[in-house]
């Protein structure tokens, strides 16, 4: 027991998490493979397009994984049971998930909407060791969710992590520090993290197939092979992984707001400030890995009256377009007053981090073909102004500086 409370990273990874709600919800889809994924909003031809978010493990057995189209994953898979996503449903279960998880302590690292990191050390005088608290969350996640959940418990996050892909499905896998290479050693390369599927063949053409092999190589060769990432690599192949686990930032918003030297009356150039503030917005907010559903328009006038207008929508954004179509909209609803703005400003609130986001990135390719181009534009043009500067790439209409 001494070496086990040694061992406080836990990790936890809800198995087949969209599948499981679903088979959970209806016993005729227990024990069958299920499909959840396509184009959410109905229809049989809906569920013809788009791609495979989770599989059960009895579809899992027919080859069918995550990110597979869905005309492919019916190939494999006629017999198949195809359902549209319901992800206001999957979010509700994950909270409680995440509470009950909160409930140990308060370091916890979200990777996605069914899977986290804790650091339960200095909690062990209050729930007791790590592999008492592994299994009351298991236990709690089954009885209060429905829930099967796999835990990893290791003394860092990578071997943590490792452990539950080992004990998958409904599994409970603990790594003692002694046993490390006998655990770790034998694994193919492809367990690293930093390993990609053009990694592991370049590695595979140096006769590098098992971890311990990249973990016994000389550096020097290492780092011709892999270049600036082979010092990170290896030390991981040697279990040693020291990143903590860290919360996600308590940010409540982003904002920038600008005031007038003069006080602005002509729309067309309010207008042309909200443009420069949502590219403000947009670019630190994509910085930061952030994406907000609620945008306010701040605006003061002479007498500093002040007005906060907020719409919230549908789907988390940080792209510059949308924010400042939404504030343009908000403008319209507002009445102006005599003397003109004194002030502008916009606010992106109600955020969610990247790592929440990763599962859900999905969901939205099929459905929105056009957000996901003019993501990748804003991306390409954020890549310009890092390196050239931030007035390297503009609007032409903020070319002109209008009088104020």
């Not at 979200?110 to 650091?119: A, I, K, Q, R, T």
């Not at 016994?216 to 092979?225: A, G, Q, T």
């Amino acid at each position: 027991m001494d070496n086990i409370n040694r061992l406080s990273i836990i990790h936890l990874d809800l198995d087949a998490f969209f599948a499981s709600v679903e088979q959970r919800d209806n016993p005729a889809y227990r024990d069958k493979p299920l499909i959840v994924g396509g184009i959410s909003g109905g229809g049989v031809s809906n569920l013809n397009r788009g791609v495979v978010c989770t599989a059960s493990y009895e579809a899992r057995k027919y080859g069918i994984r995550a990110g597979m189209p869905i005309w492919e994953a019916r190939q494999k898979c006629p017999r198949g049971i195809f359902v549209p996503t319901q992800m206001n449903k999957y979010l509700k279960e994950s909270r409680k998930f995440f509470q009950v998880c909160s409930t140990y302590t308060p370091l916890i690292e979200p990777l996605s909407v069914d899977e986290l990191f804790l650091d339960v050390s200095g909690c062990e005088s209050l729930f007791g060791s790590s592999e008492i608290i592994g299994r009351k969350i298991k236990e709690r996640v089954y009885q209060e969710l429905g829930l099967k959940v796999s835990v990893g418990i290791a003394e860092n996050k990578f071997l943590a992590k490792i452990a539950t892909n080992l004990g998958k499905p409904d599994g409970f896998y603990i790594i003692p520090s002694k046993d490390i290479q006998k655990i770790l050693y034998p694994l193919p390369i492809s367990a690293l993290w930093g390993i990609g599927k053009k990694t592991e063949e370049l590695l595979n053409k140096s006769g590098i197939y098992r971890v311990e092999q990249l973990a016994r190589m000389p550096d020097s060769i290492l780092e011709n092979l892999l270049g600036k990432n082979a010092k990170k690599i290896k030390l991981l192949a040697q279990g040693i992984d020291e990143n903590p686990v860290t919360p996600p930032s308590t940010a409540k918003s982003i904002g920038k707001e600008t005031t007038f030297s003069t006080n602005i009356t002509e729309k067309e150039i309010l207008v042309k400030e909200l443009l420069k503030l949502s590219q403000q917005v947009g670019y630190v907010a994509r910085r930061k890995s952030y994406k907000g559903r609620t945008i306010t328009l701040k605006i003061r006038f002479q007498n500093f009256t002040t007005f906060n207008r907020s719409k919230t929508l549908e789907n988390p954004t940080n792209l510059d377009d949308i924010i400042f179509k939404t504030v343009v909209e908000l403008l319209g609803k507002v009445r102006c007053k005599k003397g003109g703005v004194r002030l502008l400003g916009i606010k992106l609130s109600n955020l969610a981090s990247g790592n929440e986001r990763k599962q859900l990135k999905l969901l939205r390719e099929e459905e929105d073909k056009k957000g996901d181009k003019l993501e990748q534009l804003t991306q390409s043009l954020d890549k310009i102004r890092e390196k050239f500067g931030t007035k390297a790439v503009t609007r032409a209409s903020l070319l002109s500086n209008p009088k104020r």
